[in-house]
């Protein structure tokens, strides 16, 4: 079962998009563990919100904004795609994550789009 792992952060704790030496190679090291267990699909870090722009189509009118997509101080800072055979262990690895020490996790099974290949074997290349 694949599932996402979905961090928020403060952007004022993360400092616009940068991590601290610490974090960073923390979360490196989490990668590489991931890539070697076999169970990280993907995933990649986002630029800070203020290089975000939200679209919204309402009727036949296009609005588009600058900024994030809501009005909070956590932002989606990333996410990783992760096969795991069950929900205890993308709990168990997302409770390992660095990201998590500076934000929060969200963690969801993927459902996936009829047409899409999804295997493996098709993930993009990793981000980190």
Not at 1 to 23: F, N, Q
Not at 47 to 56: E, G, K, W, Y
Not at 89 to 114: H, Q
């Amino acid at each position: 079962m694949r599932y996402m792992l979905i961090h928020c952060v403060d952007e004022s704790v993360v400092g616009h998009g940068t991590l601290d030496a610490d974090t960073a190679n923390s979360l490196a090291s989490w990668v590489t563990e991931m890539t070697g267990r076999g169970v990280l699909l993907n995933g990649d870090r986002l630029l800070p919100t203020s290089d975000a722009t939200t679209i919204r189509l309402r009727g036949d009118q296009l609005l588009i904004t600058d900024g994030p997509f809501a009005e909070t101080h956590e932002h989606l800072g990333g996410a990783y795609i992760l096969d795991c055979r069950d929900l205890d262990e993308a709990l168990e690895l997302a409770a390992l994550c660095p990201m998590a020490e500076v934000g929060s996790i969200e963690v969801r099974p993927i459902v996936g789009v009829p047409g899409l290949d999804h295997s493996p074997a098709n993930a993009p290349a990793t981000g980190e």
